[in-house]
């Protein structure tokens, strides 16, 4: 059975920093894109962070450019996100995902990632 667990999240305060990791078992996903994607109550589910296989092309959503950095290592756990200067409106479960080549920005919605963590809880607050 193919997995994506996450780990990392919590509580933290405004201004804070958290680094959310995504492991895998049944499967090796070196060659595949991923990203990390968050959903809010009451909100769609929005792609945060997406990294090419290889790692040398990523993208951001506007809301957390400057702020977040997602990062591979392909031998080890699959995806990282690293994020600083939380805000409140960063509170949301955070979900690792992967999907099938190619990697792009036509494939940023969730539709288009075939595999998905459970999620993890990201709460800031003071």
């Known amino acids: 059975q193919v997995q994506l667990i996450e780990s990392g999240g919590g509580l933290v305060q405004p201004g804070g920093s958290l680094r959310l990791s995504c492991g895998a078992s049944?499967?090796?996903?070196?060659?595949?894109?991923m990203g990390w994607f968050r959903q809010a109550p009451g909100k769609e589910r929005e792609l945060v962070a997406g990294i090419s296989p290889s790692g040398g092309i990523t993208d951001y959503a506007d809301s957390v450019k400057g702020r977040f950095t997602i990062s591979r290592d392909n031998a080890k756990n699959p995806v990282y996100l690293k994020m600083g200067g939380l805000k409140p409106e960063d509170t949301a479960v955070y979900y690792c995902a992967a999907r099938k080549p190619p990697y792009g920005s036509r494939y940023s919605t969730s539709e288009n990632y075939n595999y998905w963590g459970q999620g993890t809880q990201v709460t800031v607050s003071s």
């Open positions: 049944g499967r090796t996903f070196s060659s595949y894109p």
